[in-house]
Nanobody
Framework: QVQPVESGGGSVQVGGSLRLSCAAS????????MGWFRQAPGKEREFVAA????????YYGDSVKGRFTISRDDAENTVSLLMNNLKPEDTAVYFC???????????????????????WGQGTQVTVSS
């Protein structure tokens, strides 16, 4: 059992930066695939970024490539999402998610699928204003 808890959301102006963090209130992220998703009002939950269990491979949604960076610190049991050059369309609730399996490697397409992840946080709001 793993329970992700997100923090770091807030309001920022266009072009600004935010760093989201995800910590485990229960269990450990070690050796698990971790992901970030987001959901804007009236829209489907969208893949943002994922990181392999080893941290060696990272994946990004097309809309955030080159602006967002995912990282993990297994010693601290945290996963972070650094968001730069934020745009109004980045406004959403951001969710951290964890795979229940350990040391599992998937084909690239699986990292962006909601079904790959079994444990989800409650989300943190990010609002980007112009």
């Amino acid at each position: 059992q793993v329970q992700p808890v997100e923090s770091g959301g807030g309001s920022v102006q266009v072009g600004g930066s935010l760093r989201l963090s995800c910590a485990a209130s229960v269990g450990s992220f070690t050796d698990r695939v971790m992901g970030w998703f987001r959901q804007a009002p009236g829209k489907e939950r969208e893949f943002v970024a994922a990181i392999s269990w080893s941290g060696g491979t990272k994946y990004y949604g097309d809309s955030v490539k080159g602006r967002f960076t995912i990282s993990r610190d297994d010693a601290e049991n945290t996963v972070s999402l650094l968001m730069n050059n934020l745009k109004p369309e980045d406004t959403a609730v951001y969710f951290c998610a964890s795979d229940s399996r350990r040391r599992t490697t998937y084909t690239a397409s699986h990292y962006g699928r909601r079904g790959t992840y079994d444990y989800w946080g409650q989300g943190t709001q990010v609002t980007v204003s112009s």
